[in-house]
């Protein structure tokens, strides 16, 4: 005998993960090949996304230029000059320090091995120098087989000199406009989704929030980090402490892995300078300020705008890495704590708004209060033998004035 209802050939669980499996392939699918567009599109991708990042770490100066009184296109020309004339003062003082500085730290450099090279010899590993020379000459070897690897580089490096300027007229153009016109410019773009247009606003106002705290308490902190070291290497009497300290600055935009490539390089230029021993003091002093800048700047600046998981960093910087190198790595994290804040918003429905108050009504004067207007009934509740009073008062059929249990009293 059969069953009154067929039997199911797929589990409810096994058809929602089925639903479930389709809709994270189709997600991956788009996102591939938008990744593979953007990839196209590096040459415009890159400055715009950088553009971004600028505009939401001027902004605060342009909008305090116009709420002094100053029309927008001046305000925005005048946070523009002041950028690059601090961009441009830093770049100079970095030359020119690194100028003056680099023929001492050769020299430094060069004393600093021979005290290696004798330690190698007198010291308890008793090397010959016989070794030492093939050491050194297997290295040579290295580099010179290098050589033309490293001469292509340089070409292909100088050809794409037009493409790096090119990109740099391009931020600057964007970072300009966006200054000027933002808020125009997101008005615009609302006005193509439709009954959609509220949740993309509250969902890109967040986003830019948190983009702009991310990117002014990044810069902060960056700031505390390369003053401290520069500091530092200044104080020790290290060769080129300031293109040092501005390499600092800029490796902390990409964390974790940015401080760890500038780290190793200004502890490598204090071995070869001052020493073993100033070398080892100096990364104890990295040390303890990274950790401090972890735990205290960090989550004190930082923490507001982005709350992930140091792991969740590790992975969001290995992923923009792989798509798009060391630019990748730099905008990874910031492109995903937008996401993460803004992706909420749009799915969430928009609050809904309070009813309005009571019209209050007041009295004639020397006569009754106005009585409220009745409620409609719905018809189902509306009782069947009711019906609006007549003229002389009478009531109604099927309704009684003394109200005998039967009837209602209409008057």
Request: hydrophobic share 55%.
């Amino acid at each position: 005998m059969l069953p009154d209802r067929p039997t199911k050939l797929v589990p409810p669980v096994l058809a929602r993960m089925a639903a479930w499996c389709v809709c994270l392939i189709l997600v991956g699918v788009v996102v591939y090949f938008f990744a593979l567009v953007i990839a196209r599109l590096t040459f415009v991708a890159l400055p715009v996304a950088i553009a971004l990042l600028l505009t939401a770490l001027l902004f605060p100066l342009t909008n305090r230029l116009r709420k002094a009184g100053i029309r927008p296109i001046y305000a925005t020309w005048i946070t523009i000059l002041v950028a690059l004339t601090v961009l441009v003062g830093t770049g100079w003082l970095v030359g020119a320090r690194a100028g003056e500085e680099f023929p001492n730290l050769v020299k430094q450099v060069q004393s600093t091995a021979r005290d290696v090279q004798e330690w190698l010899i007198t010291g308890p590993l008793h090397l010959e120098q016989t070794q030492i020379t093939a050491y050194v000459d297997e290295i040579a070897n290295i580099i010179n087989t290098q050589r033309q690897a490293i001469t292509g580089t340089v070409l292909s490096a100088g050809a794409a000199a037009l493409e790096v300027l090119a990109s740099i007229v391009l931020l600057l153009f964007v970072t300009f406009f966006l200054l000027k016109d933002g808020e125009r410019i997101w008005a615009w773009f609302l006005r193509g989704f439709g009954g959609m247009a509220p949740r993309v606003d509250r969902a890109g106002r967040v986003a830019w929030t948190t983009l702009s705290h991310y990117v002014q308490g990044t810069v902060a902190v960056a700031a505390v980090h390369g003053l401290v070291m520069g500091i530092v290497l200044a104080g020790m009497g290290v060769p080129l402490w300031a293109p040092l300290a501005v390499l600092i600055f800029f490796a902390s935009f990409i964390p974790i892995v940015g401080i760890f490539f500038a780290g190793t390089v200004a502890t490598l230029v204090t071995l070869g300078a001052k020493g073993l021993v100033l070398a080892l003091v100096f990364l104890g002093i990295l040390i303890v300020e990274q950790q401090l800048e972890n735990h205290v700047l960090q989550p004190l600046i930082v923490g507001r705008a982005l709350n992930f998981h140091p792991l969740a960093i590790i992975l969001v910087l290995s992923i923009g890495g792989i798509l798009a190198g060391i630019a990748g790595a730099a905008v990874a994290v910031p492109v995903a704590a937008v996401l993460y804040r803004a992706l909420p918003e749009l799915r969430h429905e928009p609050p809904a708004l309070p009813p309005p108050p009571e019209e209050h009504v007041e009295p004639p004067p020397g006569g009754e209060p106005p009585r409220p207007a009745p409620r409609p009934v719905p018809a189902e509740d509306t009782p069947p033998a009711a019906g609006p009073p007549s003229a002389g008062g009478t009531p109604p059929a099927g309704g009684t004035r003394s109200g005998d249990g039967q009837g209602r009293d209409t008057e």
